[in-house]
Antibody
């Protein structure tokens, strides 16, 4: 069965850096776009980044572009989100997700359990 | 960016009821509209993609309809496990955007 497990969350000071990881299993990892999303405490969902199956194509939300970098290691069935220049408003639970295929391309079919990132000022 | 607006923001219903949630897009998204369910302290769960197609394992009590700018999620025969927050998401164009959520509570 498809499983996605995030790790690497924690407390970091404003201006600092953190790297999240997402370990995937149960499917052919390199065949799928993957995504990062986040949810601030008590708020709704926000898209952060997408990365293609090969890792060659990446898209980022305006609020993180230039500060966050998505990457993946298909040999290890894992992807990462390097977060630099963190701000208090980046405080959120970060979710990784597998994007669907064909008509579901662009939306998540499986979600990880989430990793909490707290940026202190 | 395409703005997604859900109504109502909250909804109270009883066990066994059928409820509907509406999602309106600020511009057309064709059929590329998804619905998600989220329970407190849990990750989202994807229910529907492409307006009306159920994700694997999702029961048929969930149904979606609509096109263009107006979409509806209908949940029939409400059970305790259905009380949650529901989000719509458009994925027709970048950036993908979500509605603000509809909280479904037990009456």
């Amino acid at each position: 069965q498809v499983q996605l497990v995030e790790s690497g969350g924690g407390l970091v000071k404003s201006g600092g850096s953190l790297r999240l990881s997402c370990a995937a299993s149960g499917f052919s990892f390199s065949d799928y776009y993957m995504g990062w999303f986040r949810q601030a405490p008590g708020k709704g969902l926000e898209w952060v980044a997408y990365i293609s199956g090969s890792g060659d194509t990446k898209h980022y939300g305006d609020s993180v572009r230039g500060r966050f970098t998505a990457s993946r290691d298909n040999a290890k069935s894992s992807m990462s989100l390097q977060m630099n220049s963190l701000r208090a408003e980046d405080t959120s639970v970060y979710y990784c997700g597998r994007l669907g295929s064909i008509e579901a391309a662009g939306t998540v079919d499986y979600w990880g359990q989430g990793a909490l990132v707290v940026v202190s000022s | 960016d395409i703005q997604m607006t859900q109504s109502p923001s909250s909804l109270s219903a009883s066990i066994g009821d059928t409820v509907s949630i509406t999602c309106r897009a600020s511009q057309g998204v064709r059929k590329y509209l998804a619905w998600l369910q989220q329970k407190p302290g849990q990750a989202p769960k994807s229910l529907i993609y492409a307006t009306s197609s159920l994700q694997s394992g999702v029961p048929s009590k969930f149904s979606g309809s609509g096109s263009g700018t107006e979409f509806t999620l209908t949940i029939s025969s409400l059970q305790p496990e259905d009380f949650a927050t529901y989000y719509c998401q458009q994925y027709n164009s970048y950036p993908p955007t979500f509605g603000q959520g509809t909280r479904l509570e037990i009456k």
